[in-house]
T-cell receptor
Framework: DGGITQSPKYLFRKEGQNVTLSCEQNLNHDAMYWYRQDPGQGLRLIYYSQIVNDFQKGDIAEGYSVSREKKESFPLTVTSAQKNPTAFYLCASSISDEKLFFGSGTQLSVL | DQQVKQNSPSLSVQEGRISILNCDYT??????FLWYKKYPAEGPTFLISISSIKDKNEDGRFTVFLNKSAKHLSLHIVPSQPGDSAVYFCAASASDSWGKLQFGAGTQVVVTP
């Protein structure tokens, strides 16, 4: 059953803490993406990766970091430098530059 | 600076009637447009797309219309069903911006019985 798995579904971050959101896909897609959704706003691109061991900053990369050591995995770390981390985070993948397939998301909240 | 705008945050429509969702864009380099549907606490799912070489694309109850000169697209859902109640996002990309979709803020559609 192919798809994109994000975990955890809910995550809480303490002040000054780094947290990592997991994203795994078994669709054999080359490209993977991280988006952030805030209430009343569209999805904004944080980072994307077109190929293993390579990634690019999106529109709002500050305070985030990623890695792409395996084709299937694209974890996102929300660092303490991200001052407003509360949001719904969506991971996506695509086979080319066409439609994206999304995971079910992770809701990150600050304690 | 938002390049894709959905100016109606919400739409209420009666079951069986037509839902019309609108989307405007500012970047003339956009050449591929998509609509996604999203339920609460879930990821968006792809609904329908259109490339700039077309002005209409139809898939079952869903039709997307593109007016390039007006930089405007719309999604028609007919007939509307209760299961269509969701947030609909318009998205656009340019061929020189590989896979980087720009999303609108979304329109919440509520289909009433």
């Amino acid at each position: 059953d192919g798809g994109i798995t994000q975990s955890p579904k809910y995550l809480f971050r303490k002040e000054g803490q780094n947290v990592t959101l997991s994203c795994e896909q078994n669709l054999n897609h080359d490209a993977m993406y991280w988006y952030r959704q805030d209430p009343g706003q569209g999805l904004r691109l944080i980072y994307y990766s077109q190929i293993v061991n390579d990634f690019q900053k999106g529109d709002i990369a500050e305070g985030y970091s990623v890695s792409r050591e395996k084709k299937e995995s694209f974890p996102l770390t929300v660092t303490s430098a991200q001052k407003n981390p509360t949001a719904f985070y969506l991971c996506a993948s695509s086979i080319s530059d066409e439609k994206l397939f999304f995971g079910s998301g992770t809701q990150l909240s600050v304690l | 600076d938002q390049q894709v705008k959905q100016n109606s945050p919400s739409l209420s429509v009666q079951e069986g009637r037509i839902s019309i969702l609108n989307c405007d864009y500012t970047n003339s380099m956009f050449d591929y447009f998509l609509w996604y549907k999203k339920y609460p606490a879930e990821g968006p799912t792809f609904l329908i797309s259109i490339s700039s070489i077309k002005d209409k694309n139809e898939d079952g109850r869903f039709t997307v219309f593109l007016n390039k000169s007006a930089k405007h697209l719309s999604l028609h859902i007919v007939p509307s069903q209760p299961g269509d109640s969701a947030v609909y996002f318009c998205a656009a990309s340019a061929s020189d911006s590989w896979g980087k979709l720009q999303f609108g803020a979304g329109t919440q559609v509520v289909v009433t019985p």
